[in-house]
Antibody, heavy 121, light 107 residues
Framework: EVQLVQSGAEVKKPGESLKISCKGS????????IGWVRQMPGKGLEWMGI????????RYSPSFQGQVTISADKSISTAYLQWSSLKASDTAMYYC??????????????WGQGTMVTVSS | DIQMTQSPSSLSASVGDRVTITCQAS??????LNWYQQKPGKAPKLLIY???NLETGVPSRFSGSGSGTDFTFTISSLQPEDIATYYC?????????FGPGTKVDIK
């Protein structure tokens, strides 16, 4: 079964760092891009960026460039989303997703279960 | 960035009704348009890809059409389990962008 399994919910203070993960299984992890999507409480979906684990080619949305870092470790089939200094406005659900076809854009047919990040003093 | 708009932002319909949602792109995106369903507390689910292709396992009451800048998503006969928010998404250009969503509930 093709699936993406994300790390658990996090509660952090402003200024702290954080790295959340997304582990792929059931398919060739290095052959498909992995994207990250933010959903703030009660709001819509925002595409943050995407990485190709095969060579770590990474593209960011201008809205998130410089705010987060997307990375991947192909040896353990895991993609990451990290912050160096969290803000209260980073409070959101974060999803990783894999496209239907091995292309940079495309339709995301496989989604992780989501990681809730809460940033509060 | 390509801006996506959806209308209506919400709708209420009866079981068995035909429901139509429209999505408009700020520029020509050919058929690089997908539709997702999201239920509360769940990850989005792909329903339609490339404007009109039904994802495997998705009921045939869901359909999509359009190309260029104007797209339509239809539920031919609304069912109670279709209560959700529906999003369009373009992938013609990076950054990928989503519409603001349409919340569908039962009258």
């Amino acid at each position: 079964e093709v699936q993406l399994v994300q790390s658990g919910a996090e509660v952090k203070k402003p200024g702290e760092s954080l790295k959340i993960s997304c582990k792929g299984s059931g398919y060739s992890f290095t052959s498909y891009w992995i994207g990250w999507v933010r959903q703030m409480p009660g709001k819509g979906l925002e595409w943050m960026g995407i990485i190709y684990p095969g060579d770590s080619d990474t593209r960011y949305s201008p809205s998130f460039q410089g705010q987060v870092t997307i990375s991947a470790d192909k040896s353990i089939s895991t993609a990451y989303l990290q912050w160096s200094s969290l803000k209260a406005s980073d409070t959101a659900m974060y999803y990783c997703a894999r496209p239907l076809h091995p292309s940079a854009g495309g339709a995301f047919d496989i989604w992780g279960q989501g990681t809730m990040v809460t940033v509060s003093s | 960035d390509i801006q996506m708009t959806q209308s209506p932002s919400s709708l209420s319909a009866s079981v068995g009704d035909r429901v139509t949602i429209t999505c408009q792109a700020s520029q020509d995106i050919s058929n690089y348009l997908n539709w997702y369903q999201q239920k509360p507390g769940k990850a989005p689910k792909l329903l339609i890809y490339d404007a009109s292709n039904l994802e495997t396992g998705v009921p045939s009451r869901f359909s999509g059409s359009g190309s260029g800048t104007d797209f339509t998503f239809t539920i031919s006969s609304l069912q109670p389990e279709d209560i959700a928010t529906y999003y369009c998404q373009q992938y013609d250009n990076l950054p990928i962008t989503f519409g603001p969503g349409t919340k569908v509930d039962i009258k």
